[in-house]
Nanobody, 123 residues
């Protein structure tokens, strides 16, 4: 099993920045991809960003391209999401995900999910 623990959520004004982190523990060596999804109140869960460990490229949702940046620290089994130029529509619960397969935009392809961390962007 793999456990994912997110941190870094909070309240920020529009135009501001926040950084989320997600630390994996347990059978972290089985992880091949990590990323983030989010779910806003009353909306469906949506993909944000993900990366396959062996790949230099990262997949981003069009809505966050140029504003969000995903990075990783292999030694710490941790992935980070730097969120800049935040907008009120970025308000959501952000979930860290991980899987033994390739990074994908499909939620059902991720076996492991964190508990989520709240991000609120005020206008």
């Amino acid at each position: 099993q793999v456990q994912l623990v997110e941190s870094g959520g909070g309240l920020v004004e529009a135009g501001g920045s926040l950084a989320l982190s997600c630390a994996a523990s347990g059978r972290a060596s089985s992880i091949y991809a990590m990323g983030w999804f989010r779910q806003a109140p009353g909306k469906e869960r949506e993909f944000v960003a993900a990366r396959t460990w062996s790949d230099v490229s990262t997949i981003y949702a069009d809505s966050v391209k140029g504003r969000f940046s995903l990075s990783r620290d292999n030694a710490k089994n941790t992935v980070y999401l730097q969120m800049n130029v935040l907008k009120p529509e970025d308000t959501a619960v952000y979930y860290c995900v991980a899987d033994g397969g390739m990074a994908t935009m499909t939620a059902s392809r991720y076996r492991y999910w964190g508990q989520g961390t709240h991000v609120t962007v005020s206008s």
